[in-house]
Every structure is written in C-alpha cells, then in structure tokens.
C-alpha cells in the first residue's frame, strides 16, 4: 500500500471519545424486546449478550467471525446524540465467511438455536424446532448470493419497529446510501473488556473503541451528520429504498449540499426504485412497510414523507412511460390521503379539491384545472390502485 492510498485508508477511521463511549455501551446494555407471535413470550434481549452468545456458537462451529459491528442510524446516534433522527433498528453486522449455501444455513440455524437461550424460565424449549422459532420471531430473513454481495440477514421482530437484526457478511459492494448513515462502530474491544476487566469503565479506564465512515472520510461524514447535509458517492449504485430514505431525510431536516447535487441523486434514485420496484403492488408493499417500520411513534410525518416523495417522483422521474408515473403518483397520494384519514384529519370532509394536469391539447383559457370530487371508499372488490380518483394529489 503507498502513502497516498495509507493515508485514503487513514481518513475513514476515528477513535472514539469517552462520551461516545458510554452511549454505545448504553445502546449494548439496553434491553430490547423481541414479540412473539401468537402465543409465544416474548423475549427480553440485551445487544450485548445476543452478540456474545452468536458469536460463540458460531466459532464453536468452525465459523471465524473476523469482527463484530454496530451499523447504521444506531452508530451515528452514538456519534452524534442530536440528529434529530434518533435510531430504530440495532443494525449488527459479522464479518464471516460464506463460501457456499452450507455456510449460510449453518449461520440461519446457528441464530435460531440462540433464541432458546432468551426464553424465559418455565418454557419448554425440549419440542420446540428450529422452523418454529422461525416462524413466531423472525420478521425478515434474507439471503444474498451473487458475484459481488455475499450477505444474509435476520431481523427479529419488534412491535414498535426497534427490530435487531443480524447481517452476517462475507462480501457487500455497497455499505451505506448517504454519508450520514455511512458509520460502523467496530464492537471486538468493549465486548472483550466486558469479559476480561472486572473494574467498571470510567473516563480515564476504557477500552478503545474504533469507528468507521464506509463513506471514505470520517471526518467529512461527521461534518454533514452535525450540519444535517445529505451526500453520497456514486448515487447510481444505491438500491431502490435509498429513494424513500432521501425523502425521510428531507422530512427530518436535512438537506443536499447543493441544487446540482440533488438533481442528480433524485434522477438516480426514481430510476433505481422504478427498477427494483417495478409493479405497482410492489411499490405499494414497499411503501407500507417502510412507513410501518420507520414512524412508528411518528405517525404524524407519515403524510410529510408521501407528500415529499409525490413530489420528487413527479419531479425527477424521467424513466417511466406515462401511464406508469400517473400510476405511481396516484398510489404515493392514495396512500397519502388514507394516512391523514387515519389520524383524523379529514374525519367529515366530503368533497375533496383534487388537482391534475391537462392534456396538452387543452387550449381553451376558459377550460378549468380543477374540480370537485365527491370522496367515496372504492367498492371492496377493487384494489386502492383502481379507484377513479387514484391519479389525483389530495390537498391539505
């Protein structure tokens, strides 16, 4: 390695201070609980000890985790406590090998068999399989497996949304969507200092704890996390859900470097997501969920966040034939209208002013673009995507 590419290398890495210290050890402490489903009990699980315990069980299968990592909004909460994004998913990552699809059932059974650990006393763990351990607390289970991304990942379930997940890594291009979510916490030092120092932490007696921006600079990173700035590198590369996280962003305050800037991530990431997402009842799952996941607690900015996004598909989308982008922008409003139905914010309305754009053989000066819908439920044999007034974007 030459200088110049030591000191690139150098640039991505930062110790941690004594504060930021106690916060991750806080986070680890924390008990978070893991609902089951139907009748099974929920677990109390601490980040700490579920890692431990994985990490064991896997090295007493002959799996070699080369280090342990704290991803994602969790990190930069532990950089930066006043965001203004606060944290929801314990995003924890484990550098292993996944050679062949051995390795990963063995990772998949391997965490299952850990969740017995986490029963509470009483419960009878003699007949309980691994597929049923599946079933009742894992929310999400995914595999990887492809020339460049090595990957899966196991996401147990929270009803508020602060699910743990563990990604198990042997290769992944692509680590982060924006600089400010770019942050990775490497965990070996605390976690040993757990096991070996019988004297508490203090500010002048802690572990050294290191962070790294996967942005490249930490320090630049740390910059737009304090100045709530939205950048990245290489926007063509990020997935289809970067699109709903820049508009999350956006709802949160924060705001591209500059007007170029922006342009050009929001034509990448509409692209991106029209391709990932390409059915419409995909888009529609996606979008549930999202919202589901990521505002809890903040039901409230849900409207924000669709109104955002209905504004950057109608603005930069330039990948979809027409009837497709009315059909996208008609779901984001759909959904819109629906969330403020929820919270009561329309609760009597009746008619309901609905704008859209017409046809470019419309000359008449005299011709309206507006007019009066009466609001009615579509009947429930129709999906929400075929209702008369699904093109349309309500107004507050």
Same mark, same amino acid.
């Given at each position: 390695?030459?200088?110049?590419?030591?000191?690139?290398?150098?640039?991505?890495?930062?110790?941690?201070?004594?504060?930021?210290? !106690?916060? &991750?050890?806080?986070?680890?402490?924390?008990?978070?609980?893991?609902?089951?489903?139907?009748?099974?009990?929920?677990?109390?699980?601490?980040?700490?000890?579920?890692?431990?315990?994985?990490?064991? +069980?896997?090295?007493?299968?002959?799996?070699?985790?080369?280090?342990? !990592?704290?991803?994602?909004?969790?990190?930069?909460?532990?950089?930066?406590?006043?965001?203004?994004?606060? $944290?929801?998913?314990?995003?924890?990552?484990?550098?292993?090998?996944?050679?062949?699809?051995?390795?990963?059932? %063995?990772?998949? =059974?391997?965490?299952?068999?850990?969740?017995?650990?986490?029963?509470?006393? /009483?419960?009878?763990?003699? +007949?309980?399989?691994?597929?049923? &351990?599946?079933?009742?607390?894992?929310?999400?289970?995914?595999?990887?497996?492809?020339?460049?991304?090595?990957?899966?990942?196991?996401?147990?379930?929270?009803?508020?949304?602060?699910?743990?997940?563990?990604?198990?890594?042997?290769?992944?291009?692509?680590?982060?969507?924006?600089?400010?979510?770019? *942050?990775?916490? #490497?965990?070996?030092?605390?976690?040993?200092? =757990?096991? #070996?120092?019988?004297?508490?932490?203090? @500010?002048?007696?802690?572990?050294?704890?290191?962070?790294?921006?996967?942005?490249?600079?930490?320090? @630049?990173?740390?910059?737009?996390?304090?100045?709530?700035?939205?950048?990245?590198?290489?926007?063509? @590369?990020?997935? /289809?859900?970067?699109? &709903?996280?820049?508009?999350?962003?956006?709802?949160?305050? *924060?705001?591209?470097?500059?007007?170029?800037?922006?342009?050009?991530?929001?034509? $990448?990431?509409?692209?991106?997501? *029209?391709?990932?997402?390409?059915?419409?009842?995909?888009?529609?799952?996606?979008?549930?969920?999202?919202?589901?996941?990521? *505002?809890?607690?903040?039901?409230?900015?849900?409207?924000?966040?669709?109104?955002?996004?209905?504004?950057?598909?109608?603005?930069?989308?330039? #990948?979809?034939?027409?009837? @497709?982008?009315?059909?996208?922008?008609?779901?984001?409003?759909?959904?819109?209208?629906?969330?403020?139905?929820?919270?009561?914010?329309?609760?009597?309305?009746?008619?309901?002013?609905?704008?859209?754009?017409?046809?470019?053989?419309?000359? =008449?000066?005299?011709?309206?673009?507006?007019?009066?819908?009466?609001?009615?439920?579509?009947?429930?044999? %129709?999906?929400?995507?075929?209702?008369?007034?699904?093109?349309?974007?309500?107004?507050?």
């Amino acid at each position: 390695m030459s200088r110049g590419d030591a000191s690139d290398h150098g640039r991505r890495f930062c110790v941690l201070s004594w504060d930021q210290v !106690r916060r &991750l050890d806080s986070i680890l402490g924390e008990a978070v609980p893991i609902h089951g489903r139907g009748n099974f009990p929920t677990l109390s699980v601490r980040p700490r000890q579920i890692v431990q315990v994985v990490r064991e +069980r896997l090295e007493e299968r002959g799996v070699c985790v080369k280090d342990v !990592r704290l991803n994602g909004s969790a990190a930069s909460h532990v950089l930066h406590q006043d965001t203004g994004l606060g $944290y929801k998913d314990l995003d924890l990552i484990f550098g292993v090998s996944l050679k062949d699809d051995q390795a990963f059932r %063995l990772v998949k =059974d391997v965490v299952l068999d850990c969740l017995l650990d986490f029963l509470p006393p /009483g419960v009878s763990k003699d +007949r309980i399989s691994a597929l049923t &351990l599946k079933e009742a607390y894992v929310q999400k289970l995914v595999k990887v497996c492809n020339d460049m991304d090595r990957w899966s990942l196991i996401s147990l379930s929270n009803n508020t949304g602060k699910n743990v997940e563990l990604k198990f890594v042997d290769s992944l291009r692509r680590q982060f969507e924006f600089s400010v979510d770019s *942050f990775q916490i #490497c965990l070996d030092s605390l976690l040993l200092f =757990d096991r #070996c120092s019988e004297t508490p932490m203090s @500010e002048s007696f802690h572990p050294t704890v290191v962070g790294e921006s996967v942005y490249g600079d930490f320090n @630049e990173a740390m910059q737009h996390l304090c100045q709530r700035t939205i950048a990245t590198r290489n926007p063509e @590369e990020i997935r /289809g859900g970067g699109l &709903l996280k820049y508009c999350h962003l956006l709802v949160r305050g *924060f705001r591209p470097s500059s007007e170029a800037d922006m342009k050009q991530m929001q034509r $990448y990431m509409c692209s991106r997501f *029209f391709i990932d997402f390409p059915d419409i009842g995909e888009q529609q799952r996606k979008l549930k969920a999202y919202l589901q996941n990521h *505002f809890a607690g903040m039901e409230h900015k849900r409207y924000e966040c669709l109104m955002t996004l209905h504004h950057v598909v109608n603005e930069s989308t330039v #990948c979809l034939m027409g009837h @497709e982008r009315r059909q996208a922008l008609g779901l984001i409003s759909m959904l819109a209208l629906k969330v403020l139905s929820e919270q009561n914010a329309i609760p009597t309305v009746t008619n309901v002013t609905c704008y859209y754009q017409p046809a470019p053989y419309v000359q =008449d000066i005299n011709f309206s673009n507006y007019y009066i819908a009466h609001v009615q439920p579509p009947p429930p044999a %129709l999906s929400p995507c075929a209702s008369s007034y699904q093109t349309w974007m309500p107004c507050s």
